[in-house]
């Protein structure tokens, strides 16, 4: 689609999504605490901050932390106690939905996503129903993160995969573009007037956003399967506590769990995000567990997005560069330095 | 980068010392050849008496001066910290030969951030660092590394998480070198981020009683008592109670006890339906990573944690905001006169949720109940390990 482009005034923002939310639940990162900012669904008293990047990822939108799959009730047969029947109901959930203000690295997460979860043999349909049903309006980066790194992983602040509409900031708001169909019908809103006279600013301030590349990841998928079984992981590692706040702020991060949740005779099995960094992921029935260290869990998380992943999936690494694991690290593990102590290996 | 750019003026000397007469002037003192090295039990530490019978290693700081002038306190000089790291390094190095690897502080990706650093060689002491951003509570690695002979750097109150795990038996004695450093507190940097916008930091320094963060779009200076931790503002025990080599003269205690509640009573005295909704907001937010439980220096369980076993099921795996209230309720009784106040689980949340306030109602319940606060003496038991006929502070029993 290459529609004109249009204009978009900062202070239009919350009406146009007031409007949007007749018909799509609209989500956007809102300031959920001083110092936190989440995407929520938009409301009147939500205080929208687009500023910046969002301490989580939307991927909870497409993938929540906890989901109903189905629900089930056993009903005893009143001539012979012994027999009973069961009734399963499958609770597909999925309505039309526009995310707002998402960054160019979390779109890509999506697209990491899809690879697993929306493509080749194996579908799953809560994931693709929600995906279909969402509109993604993208708001390019101008101004990089001391943790971003974006343009190591073949992404970029400018980065249009995966968007159905680009925001680019201007002066007084946001210059936009439709990418998809989708994302035309949006632009239809009438708090998009026309932008011809800053399509102008918009191209240079995308060609002003500088991010150096600074990794070359070109041997590291060969180099952590060489250093698989050497003791790196554990010197890399010793700072790491081992909890999963790296994995649940990441784009990309889609590991879940499966339990029933019983009540009586009833119950609902609910899917559930899970860790690698957890000891309970790889721990089996018999008791023993693969990766009964940090070292192995870690050397998993990082052999994962930058070997596995790319392996199977014609050479796409499992991360997008955002920097959120870095961020909210408790100890500030840095994965791009473990990145760069891997390379002296190569 | 600019650091610790201002000494300690001999005004601010005068002035510590006109309002007390325990203070140490660390200015003249000679920290290398003088207050370096083993402390021998019973040694005089200015301010400082042993509470009851010394027990061990430990001392029970005795806080006389308890005073903030005018909310001003200072910080240490820039030349005491020099020489604190300098001797910190060299007694490493010379440690280095009988441990495998001694837990200190080095500068981390930007620089807001500092990070633990692992020192095997000689080589890596010297990226040691020694400011308010060394805020993580080191002890907590200690329970991994048992049965490993190693060495670890406290602060005053990362010493009381020691002395618990002593206490407790989970760690030994004879296996650890403790490196106390006398602290005049650490930052929040939940306080920092909320004043302005962190992302593009380029440059911070520290100042007597400020701090100056530069980024890439402005440059402002922040009282350091506007972003202290909480438990800095409240510190009974800058100095470590428990240590092999102390890097510099003890310091007292500069700060008054009554702030140690503040939080708990402000949220204390919110009705019953103000309060849940208070916790639900806060723990909409959860995302139960358990950062808070794996920083904790106190969660020893870990990988067998009752949060996450699947069998049996105690817990549900649903994250509503009840679920994850039940968490940290759990997490907070299993700390029930055994949390040191550390604050670790607080400074580890990646969503900033001030979860410390949980554990530290818990606390003022034990130290109301029984008189009791974790961490200060070798020889204590913590009151819900043993079983006393009569509990002198529960009346109940004098009845």
């Given at each position: 689609?290459?529609?004109?482009?249009?204009?978009?005034?900062?202070?239009?923002?919350?009406?146009?999504?007031k409007?949007?939310?007749?018909?799509?639940?609209?989500?956007?990162?809102?300031?959920?605490?001083?110092?936190?900012?989440?995407?929520?669904?938009?409301?009147?008293?939500?205080?929208?901050?687009?500023?910046?990047?969002?301490?989580?990822?939307?991927?909870?939108?497409?993938?929540?932390?906890?989901?109903?799959?189905?629900?089930?009730?056993?009903?005893?047969?009143?001539?012979?106690?012994?027999?009973?029947?069961?009734?399963?109901?499958?609770?597909?959930?999925?309505?039309?939905?526009?995310?707002?203000?998402?960054?160019?690295?979390?779109?890509?997460?999506?697209?990491?996503?899809?690879?697993?979860f929306?493509?080749?043999?194996?579908?799953?349909?809560?994931?693709?129903?929600?995906?279909?049903?969402?509109?993604?309006?993208?708001?390019?980066?101008?101004?990089?993160?001391?943790?971003?790194?974006?343009?190591?992983?073949?992404?970029?602040?400018?980065?249009?995969?995966?968007?159905?509409?680009?925001?680019?900031?201007?002066?007084?708001?946001?210059?936009?573009?439709?990418?998809t169909?989708?994302?035309?019908?949006?632009?239809?809103?009438?708090?998009?007037?026309?932008?011809?006279?800053?399509?102008?600013?918009?191209?240079?301030?995308?060609?002003?956003?500088?991010?150096?590349?600074?990794?070359?990841?070109?041997?590291?998928?060969?180099?952590i399967?060489?250093?698989?079984?050497?003791?790196?992981?554990?010197?890399?590692?010793?700072?790491?506590?081992?909890?999963?706040?790296?994995?649940?702020?990441?784009?990309?991060?889609?590991?879940?769990?499966?339990?029933?949740?019983?009540?009586?005779?009833?119950?609902?099995?609910?899917?559930?995000?899970?860790?690698?960094?957890?000891?309970?992921?790889?721990?089996?029935?018999?008791?023993?567990?693969?990766?009964?260290?940090?070292?192995?869990?870690?050397?998993?998380?990082?052999?994962?997005?930058?070997?596995?992943?790319?392996?199977?999936?014609?050479?796409?690494f499992?991360?997008?560069?955002?920097?959120?694991?870095?961020?909210?690290?408790?100890?500030?593990?840095?994965?791009?330095q473990?990145?760069?102590?891997?390379?002296?290996?190569? | 980068?600019?650091?610790?750019?201002?000494?300690?003026?001999?005004?601010?000397?005068?002035?510590?010392k006109?309002?007390?007469?325990?203070?140490?002037?660390?200015?003249?003192?000679?920290?290398?050849?003088?207050?370096w090295?083993?402390?021998?039990?019973?040694?005089?530490?200015?301010?400082?008496?042993?509470?009851?019978?010394?027990?061990?290693?430990?001392?029970?700081?005795?806080?006389?001066?308890?005073?903030?002038?005018?909310?001003?306190?200072?910080?240490?000089?820039?030349?005491?910290?020099?020489?604190?790291?300098?001797n910190?390094?060299?007694?490493?190095?010379r440690?280095?030969n009988?441990?495998?690897?001694?837990?200190?502080?080095e500068?981390?990706?930007?620089?807001?951030?500092?990070?633990?650093?692992?020192?095997?060689?000689?080589?890596?002491?010297?990226?040691?660092?020694?400011?308010?951003?060394?805020?993580?509570?080191?002890?907590?690695?200690?329970?991994?590394?048992?049965?490993?002979?190693?060495?670890?750097?406290?602060?005053?109150?990362?010493?009381?998480?020691?002395?618990?795990?002593?206490?407790?038996?989970?760690i030994?004695?004879?296996?650890?070198?403790?490196?106390?450093?006398?602290?005049?507190?650490?930052?929040?940097?939940?306080?920092?981020?909320?004043?302005?916008?962190?992302?593009?930091?380029k440059?911070?320094?520290?100042?007597?009683?400020?701090?100056?963060?530069?980024?890439?779009?402005?440059?402002?200076?922040?009282?350091?008592?506007?972003?202290?931790?909480?438990?800095?503002?409240?510190?009974?025990?800058?100095?470590?109670?428990?240590?092999?080599?102390?890097?510099?003269?003890?310091?007292?205690?500069?700060?008054?006890?009554?702030?140690?509640?503040?939080?708990?009573?402000?949220?204390?005295?919110?009705?019953?339906?103000?309060?849940?909704?208070?916790?639900?907001?806060?723990?909409?937010?959860?995302?139960?990573?358990?950062?808070?439980?794996?920083?904790?220096?106190?969660c020893?369980?870990q990988?067998?944690?009752?949060?996450?076993?699947?069998?049996?099921?105690?817990?549900?795996?649903?994250?509503?905001?009840?679920?994850?209230?039940?968490?940290?309720?759990?997490?907070?009784?299993?700390?029930?006169?055994?949390?040191?106040?550390?604050?670790?689980?607080?400074?580890?949340?990646?969503?900033?949720?001030?979860?410390?306030?949980?554990?530290?109602?818990?606390?003022?319940?034990?130290?109301?109940?029984?008189?009791?606060?974790?961490?200060?003496?070798l020889?204590?038991?913590?009151?819900?390990?043993?079983?006393?006929?009569?509990?002198?502070?529960?009346?109940?029993?004098?009845?």
């Amino acid at each position: 689609m290459s529609t004109a482009g249009r204009f978009l005034a900062t202070d239009k923002i919350p009406d146009l999504l007031k409007r949007l939310g007749t018909q799509y639940h609209v989500y956007a990162p809102v300031q959920a605490s001083d110092t936190t900012v989440l995407f929520q669904e938009f409301n009147e008293e939500a205080q929208l901050a687009l500023e910046r990047e969002a301490t989580l990822s939307p991927k909870e939108v497409f993938f929540p932390q906890t989901e109903r799959l189905l629900t089930y009730t056993y009903q005893k047969d009143a001539e012979d106690p012994k027999k009973s029947s069961i009734q399963i109901e499958e609770t597909l959930e999925a309505s039309p939905t526009v995310i707002f203000g998402t960054r160019p690295c979390d779109v890509r997460g999506l697209a990491i996503f899809d690879m697993v979860f929306n493509q080749g043999q194996w579908v799953d349909p809560y994931y693709r129903a929600r995906r279909e049903a969402t509109t993604i309006v993208t708001i390019l980066c101008t101004e990089p993160e001391n943790t971003c790194f974006c343009t190591s992983v073949d992404g970029g602040p400018a980065d249009t995969q995966g968007s159905d509409v680009l925001l680019t900031p201007v002066t007084g708001g946001y210059f936009a573009e439709a990418v998809t169909e989708k994302g035309d019908g949006i632009l239809q809103d009438d708090a998009f007037v026309p932008g011809d006279d800053k399509a102008q600013e918009a191209r240079e301030a995308r060609d002003k956003v500088a991010l150096e590349r600074e990794l070359d990841l070109a041997r590291t998928p060969q180099t952590i399967l060489k250093l698989f079984s050497t003791d790196f992981w554990e010197q890399v590692t010793a700072k790491c506590i081992s909890c999963g706040a790296c994995t649940y702020v990441c784009p990309t991060c889609y590991c879940f769990n499966i339990t029933d949740e019983d009540a009586g005779l009833g119950g609902e099995r609910i899917r559930t995000w899970d860790s690698c960094m957890f000891y309970h992921y790889t721990l089996e029935a018999s008791g023993h567990n693969p990766r009964p260290t940090k070292a192995e869990r870690y050397r998993n998380r990082v052999g994962h997005k930058f070997s596995y992943h790319p392996s199977t999936y014609e050479g796409t690494f499992g991360c997008t560069g955002c920097g959120r694991c870095i961020k909210v690290c408790p100890v500030s593990l840095d994965i791009r330095q473990i990145l760069r102590e891997a390379q002296v290996h190569e | 980068m600019a650091f610790w750019s201002r000494a300690v003026t001999p005004e601010i000397v005068t002035m510590l010392k006109e309002t007390s007469t325990h203070v140490v002037d660390w200015r003249s003192s000679n920290v290398s050849s003088r207050s370096w090295g083993s402390s021998p039990a019973g040694s005089t530490i200015p301010g400082y008496r042993p509470p009851r019978e010394p027990a061990g290693r430990t001392w029970l700081p005795i806080s006389p001066n308890r005073f903030t002038p005018s909310g001003r306190v200072a910080t240490l000089a820039k030349e005491t910290v020099v020489e604190i790291l300098d001797n910190l390094r060299e007694t490493i190095q010379r440690e280095l030969n009988n441990l495998e690897l001694v837990v200190g502080w080095e500068q981390g990706y930007d620089p807001l951030h500092g990070t633990p650093i692992f020192i095997r060689s000689p080589e890596d002491a010297d990226r040691l660092i020694w400011s308010p951003l060394c805020g993580h509570n080191l002890a907590s690695y200690l329970p991994g590394l048992k049965g490993r002979k190693v060495g670890i750097l406290v602060k005053g109150c990362d010493s009381r998480s020691v002395i618990q795990l002593l206490q407790e038996g989970l760690i030994s004695r004879d296996e650890i070198v403790i490196f106390g450093i006398p602290c005049r507190g650490v930052v929040d940097l939940t306080k920092i981020k909320a004043r302005l916008n962190v992302a593009r930091i380029k440059e911070i320094s520290f100042d007597d009683n400020a701090i100056v963060v530069e980024t890439d779009q402005q440059r402002e200076e922040i009282l350091l008592d506007d972003v202290l931790a909480a438990k800095c503002l409240s510190c009974q025990y800058p100095t470590p109670l428990i240590y092999d080599h102390l890097a510099a003269e003890a310091l007292p205690s500069q700060r008054p006890d009554e702030l140690l509640y503040q939080e708990v009573e402000e949220v204390e005295a919110l009705d019953a339906k103000e309060r849940m909704a208070h916790w639900e907001r806060e723990l909409e937010r959860c995302i139960r990573c358990y950062a808070c439980r794996n920083a904790c220096p106190l969660c020893v369980c870990q990988d067998v944690c009752a949060a996450e076993s699947r069998n049996p099921h105690w817990l549900t795996q649903r994250t509503g905001a009840k679920e994850k209230a039940m968490w940290h309720i759990m997490h907070a009784l299993h700390l029930a006169g055994r949390c040191t106040d550390c604050g670790e689980c607080e400074r580890a949340c990646p969503l900033d949720i001030p979860i410390q306030r949980i554990r530290r109602k818990i606390n003022k319940e034990i130290k109301e109940l029984f008189d009791y606060e974790a961490g200060l003496n070798l020889e204590d038991t913590p009151p819900l390990y043993t079983f006393k006929v009569e509990e002198p502070t529960i009346k109940e029993s004098q009845q």
